[in-house]
Structure formats: structure tokens, C-alpha cells
């Protein structure tokens, strides 16, 4: 049993923003940050875009940012929310400065801004096309240097320490403890008892397969939450990113920036016609939700795996400038978009609900906080607004720490038990998971996609508990191992998915039902 006062399970930038703050304001206090891959992978690292945050008053202002977030949120967002995270951005930005992280300046030394779909004025604070990656390690940089702060790479948490899991423990509200947390290198199973838990687990886009994440977003916050009673909130709408660069493996997909559109790039079918001025007034500009659903209804109509970018027109040396990695990585593929289009598909890249939060990351079980992606804080509403959730996570990081400062945590006098894995074998069963996973993957892409209905997700229901029963049978004779425990939280968040896509009678943003539009 390891004891601490804060547990912060993720290590993007939400959890080390709420780590490095509270361990520089109470240096006789312990955060244990766990990470279940290397400590500088998550989703952060691989966010192209920036940061959105309005710095030129004159041209900008607080009102447009706001503006255009409620437009993208399609009438859903919580407009005091929107309201408090926009105006708290530029403050935020310039912590990050002090931390160290770099951020692109033009000729006159004033920030570079970007300005991406959705978005009325250039306002979007970037390092090149690796923004988020210069944060994450501005970031770790700090926690490293703080000695109170631990961090546990490859460590796994698998399920929060709530009431039930405690003898003799008679109150009423559900409260958390902690984390059983899995050492992956040895294969141990050990408690983590803390004052305070923070979820900053990230995103689920592994659940598609088709996605712009990495490997390890599968959910698990979400889902260790969703076992532990929390409430979970508008899990359907999910975002899909309009132009992954399309995989034939249709493993993790890399990312063609929403910039290169604002650049001036043009979609594209097969023949070479220009599609989008067909959908949207805004073409190419249109919002995330509209590009994607277009780009659906073209390969639907014509069979096509994909479609394509074209960026030939444009100035070459200006997009290599702005854009050297996307350039990079399109060469490594053979594709030089001087001469060639660059092949593009959706693919499942943010989820715009999740832990149900309030203003100071609360979620409803006691002693459980929950800040990123894995939240629903009714910043998004039913769509995201480009670069916004890096912003989201600092300002929410930040008002996590803030009530954490002015209140004091009594240590709970409470007895765990350990994880009990007797009568469980190692499972040879690995070649299971893989096809169970493969299934689940295929069953989110062609039911629960873009374009949805009743008919389908009903379906998806139906294949989705037997995926759920044999998962659940191989989880109570397995020993633990990562790929199981993810399955397992990918399964729960399918399901939240499903569920509330159902429950959702009209369209917005970025869910769309074909039964509620022929209402």
C-alpha cells in the first residue's frame, strides 16, 4: 500500500498542470502521477493544433471566442462555463510561458497565430504542427524538478477504491479512496490510498479503431468511473477529425491538421471533383461535424475507402514552413503534395462528454476529480471547437487546484483489503483479446459512426453483450494484464455510447441520428 495525498492518474496536460501547481504551492504534500505508458505519452503530445486563447484585443476579443464556441456546441454548451474558461485563457497561457514552453512568434516577435475551422479571428497559439508535444514536455520538464512529485510510468489503474470495497465503512455518499494500481513491468498489484483522486485519463478514440489517437486511449478513466457509480454524460458525441491520413491497417491514423483546410487545401473525391461547396456555404471551412458527415455521404455514395486533400495549388515553401511535420510524414508515406493529393478519411479524434463535472472538476462521488478529455464539463457541448481543449484542461486543471488549496483533506482512517486474484491463471488467451477487440472496433465504426440509427445501434447492442459476456467470463479467471483491462473499459464505454446515442431524440453537433432528421 502506497499513501499519498494526491493520486493523479494520466500524465498529459491536465494531470501535470494540477500536479505542478499543487506540489510548487505545498511542498510537504505528495502527488503520485501514474501513467500507464511512458510518462510523455498521451494525448496531449500528439494535439497538432494549439492552444486557442484571444490575445489581440483589437482584432479579437473574448465575446468572438465565445461566439464561436456556442456556434460549434450547436446550442448544448453551458454558456457560464464557456464564458469562465475563455476569459481565463490568456492567464493560463502565460503560466505555460513561465514553465518554459515555446510557442511560434512572427517578425515582429508578437505570437504567430493560427486560426482554424469554426474559429472567426486568428487567435490559436501554436509550436509549428507539435504543439501539444512542446507543452507535454515543458510540463514533465517542471515535475521533474518539484521532489515531491513521483511518477510512475507503466503502471495501470485499474478500478477506484470506493465504498463497497471497504468493511465496515457505513456513510451514506459514495467516496473514493484511490486506485488498484497494476505495475506492468512486474506484475504486481498494489493500493494506492489518497486524500484526493484525480481522473486525467484522457480520450477514447481507440474504441473506433480508426482514430487520430494513440494506442492507449481506451477509455479507462471513464470507464473506472462508470464502474464506480459516477455520472456519465453525453457520451454521444463523439468527434471524428474529417482528415486522417488514411491507413490501409487502419491502425492509429496520423493527423492532417484542420490547418492545412484554413491554409487553403481542398477536398476532393476520386475524379477529382472539389465536393464540399456542394454541403456547406463555408466549403472546405465548414465545421468539424459537417466536413465529416460530407465526407461519409461521398464515400457511401461512391465505395471509396477515401478521399483526398489537395494542397498542389498552394505555396509549397510556405506550407513546408508551417507545416514540416505533416510534410515529413506525407514523404515517408510517398506522397509529395507538390505533385500528389494526399489520401484522407475520419476518423474518431475527440469525445466531447464524459465524467460529469462542476466548475472546480468535482465529479458526484466524493474525493474524485476528473479534468481533460475524460470530462464532460459543457465547455463542447455536442461539438468541440478546434483547439479549445487544451485550453479546457488548463483552466480546469487550474480551478482543481485552486479548491484544493483552500480546503484540507482529512486522511480517511480506512482499512482497503488488497486485490484478490486468488484462483485466476495467467490467460494464454491473448489471441481472445485480439479478435474480441478487432469485433468491437469494426461493430463502433460500421453502427455507432458518423451517420447513425436506431435500427443500427440496436444492433450493435445485441453483438455488444456477447462481446460483454465472453470478456467478462475471461476477466474473472484471467490474472490481470493490460490488454484485458483495456478491452474491458473499452466494452463499458462502447456501451455508454450506444445507450446514449438512444437516448438522444434530436440532432446536434456532432451526433447524427438518420431517424431524428426525418422528424
Not at 511560434?104 to 490559436?124: M, P
Not at 478487432?438 to 462481446?467: C, E, F, T, W
Request: charged share 25%.
Amino acid at each position: 500500500m502506497v499513501t499519498t495525498d494526491y493520486l493523479v492518474i494520466g500524465s498529459g496536460i491536465a494531470g501535470l498542470t494540477f500536479s505542478v501547481k499543487i506540489a510548487e504551492k505545498f511542498p510537504d504534500r505528495k502527488v503520485v502521477i501514474v501513467t500507464k505508458a511512458n510518462e510523455d505519452e498521451s494525448n496531449t503530445k500528439y494535439a497538432q493544433g494549439g492552444v486557442a486563447v484571444v490575445l489581440d484585443k483589437e482584432q479579437d476579443s473574448f465575446k468572438k471566442h465565445i461566439k464561436d464556441t456556442l456556434i460549434a456546441g450547436d446550442g448544448l454548451c453551458k454558456e457560464d462555463v464557456v464564458k469562465l474558461v475563455i476569459k481565463e485563457g490568456p492567464k493560463r497561457l502565460e503560466e505555460l510561458l513561465l514553465w518554459g514552453a515555446n510557442f511560434d512568434v512572427n517578425a515582429s516577435g508578437e505570437f504567430d497565430l493560427g486560426k482554424e475551422g469554426g474559429h472567426s479571428e486568428y487567435r490559436v497559439v501554436h509550436h509549428k504542427d507539435i504543439t501539444g508535444y512542446e507543452i507535454e514536455r515543458a510540463l514533465l520538464e517542471r515535475a521533474h524538478q518539484l521532489s515531491n512529485i513521483t511518477i510512475l510510468p507503466h503502471h495501470f489503474a485499474i478500478d477506484l477504491v470506493t465504498n463497497h470495497h471497504v468493511k465496515d465503512y457505513e456513510y451514506e455518499p459514495l467516496v473514493c479512496f484511490g486506485a488498484y494500481i497494476f505495475n506492468q513491468n512486474s506484475g504486481d498489484i498494489f493500493t494506492i490510498k489518497a486524500n484526493s483522486t484525480l481522473l486525467a485519463s484522457g480520450g477514447i478514440g481507440c474504441v473506433y479503431g480508426h482514430t487520430t489517437n494513440p494506442v492507449i486511449a481506451t477509455g479507462d478513466g471513464i470507464a473506472m468511473a462508470y464502474r464506480a457509480k459516477a455520472r456519465i454524460k453525453d457520451m454521444e458525441f463523439v468527434q471524428f477529425h474529417p482528415t486522417a491520413l488514411y491507413e490501409e491497417k487502419g491502425e492509429s491514423a496520423f493527423l492532417i491538421s484542420e490547418a492545412v483546410r484554413g491554409f487553403g487545401a481542398y477536398l476532393r473525391n476520386k475524379k477529382g471533383y472539389r465536393f464540399m461547396p456542394d454541403y456547406d456555404e463555408r466549403a472546405e471551412l465548414a465545421s468539424r461535424d459537417i466536413v465529416s458527415q460530407s465526407i461519409d455521404s461521398e464515400l457511401k455514395k461512391s465505395g471509396e475507402p477515401h478521399v483526398y486533400l489537395d494542397c498542389t495549388h498552394l505555396d509549397i515553401e510556405a506550407f513546408k514552413n508551417h507545416f514540416p511535420n505533416i510534410y515529413k510524414k506525407c514523404l515517408e508515406r510517398h506522397i509529395n503534395i507538390e505533385t500528389d493529393w494526399i489520401p484522407v478519411i475520419p476518423a474518431s479524434h475527440y469525445l466531447c462528454g464524459g465524467i460529469k463535472v462542476n466548475k472546480k472538476g468535482k465529479t458526484t462521488i466524493d474525493n474524485l476529480f476528473a479534468c481533460g478529455e475524460c470530462t464532460r464539463t459543457g465547455l463542447h457541448g455536442a461539438n468541440r471547437l478546434a483547439s479549445n481543449s487544451l485550453l479546457e484542461a488548463l483552466v480546469y486543471a487550474h480551478n482543481i487546484f485552486k479548491h484544493h488549496s483552500k480546503k484540507e483533506y482529512k486522511s480517511l482512517d480506512v482499512h482497503i483489503p488488497d486485490w484478490n486474484d486468488e484462483g485466476t491463471t495467467i490467460p494464454e488467451e491473448h489471441i481472445l483479446i485480439q479478435h474480441n477487440l478487432k469485433q468491437l472496433q469494426a461493430l463502433m465504426r460500421n453502427y455507432v459512426g458518423i451517420v447513425r440509427s436506431n435500427k443500427r445501434l440496436k444492433r450493435a447492442i445485441k453483438h455488444l453483450d456477447l462481446i460483454y459476456n465472453e470478456v467478462e467470463d475471461l476477466y474473472k479467471e484471467s490474472k490481470i494484464t493490460t490488454s484485458l483491462c483495456e478491452l474491458r473499459n473499452m466494452i463499458n464505454v462502447s456501451h455508454l455510447i450506444i445507450r446514449q446515442s438512444l437516448d438522444r431524440k434530436e440532432n446536434k453537433g456532432g451526433y447524427y441520428n438518420v431517424d431524428n432528421a426525418k422528424k
